[in-house]
């Protein structure tokens, strides 16, 4: 900085964060600061509405990119492979599925195995034509065949001639994973570890042992939550292995996180990073003998939690900003789910799409091109040091009350998972949480053209066709509002909900709009007006209209006016509802009016109500 620029700064008076947050309280007219500016999330922190350089956490920049304990992603570049699944039975659909992919940028594939599947020839023909060496390739398989298959990929390998050094891939073996997603227990993971390490040992870069978080994300899990898990279900492997003789080096290498990204953009970019500080630190206490051991590897995948079934291409947007939180904090992979992946299996278009999501990222946003672009940043290095304090708590509980395994065999995990879930979609219900399209701005026309959500997801991929009763299965987060517009479709009749609009131009519109967005959510067909001269006009015109519903529009002044005589004269031809919660509500339920719609009320429950009113 030149001399002339240094004199220049020096004429201003620095101003420190109480004068910010001083200039804020004033601006805020006497609001109160905490409950208006300061972010209570559900992770267990609150987060400030600015942050600055004093916020810092204490040695957040220290360690280089590349360096122990690894939170700052990789030393070279910040690339990440483009993964994307592959679940055929048929080993030669499957193969052609898996080469077009790769053709048209795909690095990196995940073939979920079918047990049946797997019998001698089988792997030749689904690798027919991919050069393995080039390729990224991960295989699911069931646990009681994963030793088999794992024998018989290195077999192929070998025959094929590949420098079998170089290869990436896995073979995921995930037995808690199967307990808890699909409700089976299997017994002797320890040994099948140290077996599948031994099997694998002339692939040096090939994972075997998969901690499979994404099913948890996919569940509504927090992000803390989900992050406290994944650290105490890869320590549960770490240490079983290492019990039963499996060198830690050995063992940790050999480990590959799937974890889920939710919509929480900075918030996602700060997971990842105290992610690898957190596990590095893990591995670090079983003193393996290279630091290299304690690195994380990590393949992120897209959140099926928030994906809907109405207004389908806003869920590309949704994975589009997930998949940017997940590239900026520097996985090694990224699996986007594509956009039609709720109510059909995926079309060829919707995985092309979900592909080039990424090819943007990386070809047209440059983000493969910078080391940890979020270093240094107050505020994700402030999130980050949250995150993982957080965390770790979590994590250190876990671990005092017996460990990951224990947690599932007693239905912790599911039970703490369940009832994050559902606290997000009572949030969703009043309007606490926001889903576009589906609690909030839905297309007022849209229809859902035949398509009904799929069977319900699991974590092991197996769409719930084998999984048992105690299963944790993943409930999408709008799944109620999606059946209630569905059941208003499938009624064969769409009510007509009415605009009132009367009084007060700015109050009349704005309660308008509220309410047509409110009534439109359940499918209902809104009728929003520019305004009656008065109340017998305005029934008049409703009546004209056939209406199902009449919802007056106006200021809280003027309902005294104009709310009784309106309900008198619709007569009970309609549902009568109140746009707002005015001071004369009390008057107003004593002349018989039930209904009023506004911010504090439960959207769901108001809708099914209105829904049972009209005998759907």
């Known amino acids: 900085m030149d001399k002339e620029k240094v004199r220049l700064f020096s004429e201003f008076s620095p101003v420190t964060t109480e004068n910010w947050k001083n200039k804020i309280i004033e601006d805020l007219k006497g609001a109160d600061y905490d409950k208006k500016m300061v972010w209570k999330t559900g992770e267990g922190f609150n987060v400030n509405p600015f942050y600055r350089k004093e916020d810092l956490p204490d040695g957040c920049t220290d360690a280089r990119p590349g360096e122990f304990p690894f939170m700052r992603g990789n030393s070279v570049g910040n690339d990440w492979l483009i993964r994307q699944s592959v679940d055929v039975p048929s080993a030669e659909e499957a193969n052609a599925k898996a080469r077009k992919m790769i053709a048209e940028g795909v690095t990196s594939i995940l073939f979920r195995v079918h047990g049946k599947a797997v019998v001698p020839g089988y792997i030749p023909t689904l690798l027919e034509?991919?050069?393995?060496?080039?390729?990224?390739?991960?295989?699911?398989?069931?646990?009681?065949?994963?030793?088999?298959?794992?024998?018989?990929?290195?077999k192929y390998y070998k025959e094929c001639g590949y420098d079998l050094s170089a290869m990436k891939g896995a073979v995921e073996y995930d037995?808690?994973?199967?307990?808890?997603?699909?409700?089976?227990?299997?017994?002797?993971?320890?040994?099948?570890?140290?077996t599948l390490v031994n099997l694998l040992a002339e692939l040096p870069k090939y994972r075997c042992v998969a901690v499979n978080s994404a099913g948890l994300c996919n569940a509504g899990a927090y992000i803390t939550q989900e992050l406290a898990y994944a650290l105490a279900w890869g320590n549960e492997y770490l240490n079983a292995a290492t019990e039963a003789g499996v060198p830690v080096d050995a063992v940790a290498k050999r480990i590959k996180f799937n974890m889920g990204i939710s919509s929480n953009f900075f918030m996602e970019i700060a997971k990842f990073r105290a992610a690898r500080m957190l596990w590095a630190r893990i591995v670090e206490q079983y003193a393996p003998k290279c630091k290299c051991s304690c690195k994380m590897i990590v393949n992120a995948e897209t959140s099926k939690f928030n994906l809907t079934l109405f207004d389908p291409y806003v869920n590309m947007l949704r994975t589009q900003t997930e998949a940017m939180s997940a590239a900026i904090a520097?996985?090694?992979?990224i699996t986007v789910a594509p956009y039609d992946s709720v109510y059909e299996t995926p079309t060829e278009f919707a995985e092309r799409i979900a592909k080039n999501q990424q090819l943007i990222l990386k070809h047209e946003s440059h983000l493969d091109k910078v080391v940890d672009p979020a270093g240094g940043s107050y505020y994700i290095e402030s999130l980050t040091a949250s995150i993982a304090s957080e965390a770790?708590?979590?994590f250190l509980a876990i671990e005092e009350a017996g460990g990951f395994h224990k947690a599932v065999k007693d239905g912790g995990v599911k039970a703490a998972i369940e009832a994050s879930g559902d606290s997000r979609r009572i949030a969703l219900a009043k309007r606490k949480e926001i889903l576009l399209g589906t609690n909030q701005y839905p297309n007022f026309s849209e229809t859902s053209d035949g398509h009904r959500p799929l069977g319900k997801s699991c974590g092991c991929g197996c769409q719930n066709h084998e999984c048992g009763s105690g299963a944790l299965a993943a409930k999408r987060l709008g799944e109620e509002f999606e059946q209630l517009r569905l059941s208003v479709e499938e009624s064969g009749r769409r009510p007509k909900a009415f605009m009132l609009t009367i009084g007060n131009l700015a109050m009349r519109q704005a309660r308008a709009q509220f309410s047509c967005n409110f009534l439109a959510t359940a499918g209902y067909e809104v009728i929003d007006n520019l305004g009656f001269k008065s109340v017998e006009e305005g029934v008049a015109a409703a009546m004209e209209a056939k209406a199902d519903i009449v919802v007056i529009c106006s200021s809280d002044d003027e309902y005294a006016e104009y709310a009784i005589p309106a309900f008198k004269a619709v007569g009970g031809k309609a549902v009568f509802i109140v746009a707002?919660?005015?001071?004369?509500?009390?008057?107003?339920?004593?002349?018989?009016?039930?209904?009023?719609?506004?911010?504090?009320?439960?959207?769901?429950?108001?809708?099914?109500?209105?829904?049972?009113?009209?005998g759907l």
């Open 129 to 154: 034509g991919i050069d393995a060496g080039k390729v990224e390739l991960n295989f699911n398989v069931c646990a009681g065949k994963v030793l088999l298959f794992a024998e018989w990929l290195v």
């Open 175 to 194: 037995p808690i994973g199967k307990e808890l997603f699909n409700g089976k227990v299997l017994q002797g993971y320890a040994e099948n570890i140290k």
């Open 330 to 333: 520097g996985v090694e992979a």
């Open 392 to 394: 770790w708590k979590q």
């Open 580 to 614: 707002g919660a005015p001071a004369c509500s009390e008057e107003l339920q004593k002349a018989g009016i039930e209904n009023f719609i506004h911010v504090r009320v439960n959207v769901l429950d108001t809708l099914k109500a209105l829904n049972e009113k009209l």
